[in-house]
């Protein structure tokens, strides 16, 4: 069955930067886009962007362009999220989607505070 | 971007009772639309993709219509296990956006 697992909870400093992971399993992972997608506390959902596992294409929100760097290693089947400079209004619960947005990671809560 | 505008911000049903979610797009979506339900402290879960088709094991009390700007997510014979938010997204064109969502309670 097709699983999306993320790493855990991030508690992280201002100005510094933090890479969460999605491991999938169950589904050719080089053939489904990969998405990122952030909710902050009591707010509603924002499209971060894809990735193409199978040639490391990406296409990015305009909003996150500098923020987020999405990349993927075809060999453990897992995509990744760095998020740079963070801030925070950075904190926020971060979601991995397959291509569809039919199957969903647990999600990662990433909190930033000196 | 295309904005979409979720109504209401929060829904109180009874059991049994048939309730309707609008969202509006700020343009023309030509049906890509899909609906979601999320609980608290969970992930979102598809429910409804291309403004009316019903995702795998999804119940058939779900049902979405709609076309062009105005977009709507039904469930009749409402449930407990039906209370959550639901939001609706628009992946017609780039950046994919969200509604706000909606919250429904049982009355």
């Known amino acids: 069955q097709v699983q999306l697992q993320q790493s855990g909870t991030e508690l992280v400093k201002p100005a510094s930067s933090v890479k969460i992971s999605c491991k999938a399993s169950g589904y050719t992972f080089t053939s489904n886009y990969m998405h990122w997608i952030r909710q902050q506390p009591g707010n509603g959902l924002e499209w971060i962007g894809w990735i193409y596992p199978g040639n490391g294409n990406t296409k990015y929100n305009q909003k996150f362009d500098g923020k987020a760097t999405l990349t993927a290693d075809k060999s453990s089947s897992t995509a990744y999220m760095q998020l740079s400079s963070l801030t925070s209004e950075d904190s926020a619960v971060y979601f991995c989607a397959r291509k569809y947005f039919d199957y969903w990671g647990q999600g990662v809560m990433v909190t930033v505070s000196s | ?107």
């Open chain 2, 1 to 107: 971007d295309i904005q979409m505008t979720q109504s209401p911000a929060s829904l109180s049903a009874s059991l049994g009772e048939t309730v309707t979610i609008e969202c509006r797009a700020s343009e023309d979506i030509y049906n890509g639309l899909a609906w979601y339900q999320q609980k608290p402290g969970k992930s979102p879960q598809l429910l409804i993709y291309n403004a009316n088709s019903l995702h795998t094991g999804v119940p058939s009390r779900f049902s979405g219509s709609g076309s062009g700007t105005q977009y709507s997510l039904k469930i009749n014979s409402l449930q407990s296990e039906d209370v959550a938010s639901y939001f609706c997204q628009q992946y017609y064109d780039y950046p994919y956006t969200f509604g706000a969502g909606t919250k429904l309670e049982l009355k």
